[in-house]
């Protein structure tokens, strides 16, 4: 089973719709984010969480929404979708980073496509 | 705020060719580096890193990095090409902050046989 599961894989929705995408780890890690892709602009970070307390938007927050319900598991919904946030969503976890003594590696789930019509 | 260049969107190499990825960033102090990589349908894979000491950096999948403070540059290299490599390349860094990396825009690898 993969470190990182994220559900659904695959979705299309339509406009003003509510979308959850669900991601769950047992890397053990508190760490947690959840990043957008779009062609030829990268990865961007909307939410992330330190732990289950702890939650932060990232530099693409508008429009999103975000829950973690455990240690494990980190949620992301849209409450009402539009055209412009159909994309590539990561969910990814990592120890405290180099800075803060650990690995500073990522761990990537396997991405949730979002078409929204 | 740190920022991170890959000025080449496509890269189309010859099987068995040398390969250089370039990378570019933005960044007051020294900063932490990184290579992932990610295959068609895949999330994203860590390839290398660098945070001190020796600037030529080795990762899996027979790849290197070399850190150039002087042109602040984390190009990635390999020095013949498999097929299997072809997948997008993305140069990140993490600043003093210690809680997120900033990724390029990356860089698409083709490989030709």
């Known amino acids: 089973d993969a470190d990182v599961t994220q559900t659904p894989r695959n979705r299309i929705t339509k406009t003003g719709k509510r979308i959850m995408l669900e991601c769950s780890q047992t890397k053990g890690h508190d760490r947690m984010y959840w990043y957008r892709q779009d062609p030829g602009l990268g990865l961007r970070l909307i939410y992330y969480s330190f732990d289950v307390k702890d939650i932060n938007k990232g530099e693409i927050s508008d429009g999103y929404s975000v829950s973690r319900q455990a240690q494990a598991k980190f949620s992301l919904s849209l409450e009402s979708a539009i055209p412009n946030q159909t994309a590539l969503y990561f969910c990814a976890t990592s120890d405290p980073g180099l800075a803060g003594g650990g690995t500073g590696e990522l761990f990537f789930g396997e991405g949730s496509r979002l078409t929204v019509l | ?113």
Request: with cysteine; aromatic share 14%.
């Open chain 2, 1 to 113: 705020a740190q920022s991170v260049t890959q000025p080449d969107i496509h890269i189309t190499v010859s099987e068995g060719a040398s390969l250089e990825l370039r990378c570019n960033y933005s960044y007051g102090a020294t900063p932490y580096l990184f290579w992932y990589v990610q295959s068609p349908g895949q999330g994203l894979q860590l390839l290398l890193k660098y945070f001190s000491g020796d600037t030529l950096v080795q990762g899996i999948k027979g790849f290197e990095a070399e850190f150039k403070r002087s042109q602040s540059s984390f190009n990635l290299r390999k020095p013949s090409v498999h097929w299997s490599d072809a997948a997008e390349y993305f140069c990140a860094v993490e600043g003093d902050s210690s809680y997120k990396l900033i990724f390029g825009s990356g860089t698409r690898l083709l490989v030709r046989p």
